[in-house]
């Protein structure tokens, strides 16, 4: 069974750190991509980061650059988006996702998905 599972969302004031996992069993890790994404309150899904299967290619949304890091330990089949700087508007459940394809910002190009992590950040 693929499963995808979030977790170390929570509550921060602003400027706080919060480092979220996304454990991944069920599948090779090794050989899938992983994004994260991101829903607020009323919005659509947003594309938040991504990493490819080696680490070699990341990318970020603007609004994360600079603050967020991905990162992924194939060996624990874990990936890890680590949050700094946070700010109000980052305020959102928090998906991960898995794809065999290349990494992308397109939330249809990923497989599979976890159920999600709130964060809320306090100002």
């Known amino acids: 069974e693929v499963q995808l599972v979030e977790s170390g969302g929570g509550l921060v004031q602003a400027g706080g750190s919060l480092r979220l996992s996304c454990a991944v069993s069920g599948f090779t890790f090794g050989d899938y991509a992983i994004g994260w994404f991101r829903q607020a309150p009323g919005k659509g899904r947003e594309f938040v980061a991504s990493i490819s299967w080696g680490s070699a290619i990341k990318d970020y949304t603007d609004s994360v650059k600079g603050r967020f890091t991905i990162s992924r330990d194939n060996a624990a089949n874990v990936a890890v988006l680590q949050m700094n700087s946070l700010k109000p508007e980052d305020t959102a459940v928090y998906y991960c996702?898995?794809?065999?394809?290349?990494?992308?910002?397109?939330?249809?190009?990923?497989?599979?998905w976890g159920q999600g992590t709130q964060v809320t950040v306090s100002s």
């Open positions: 996702a898995a794809t065999e394809r290349d990494p992308g910002r397109q939330g249809s190009l990923y497989d599979y």
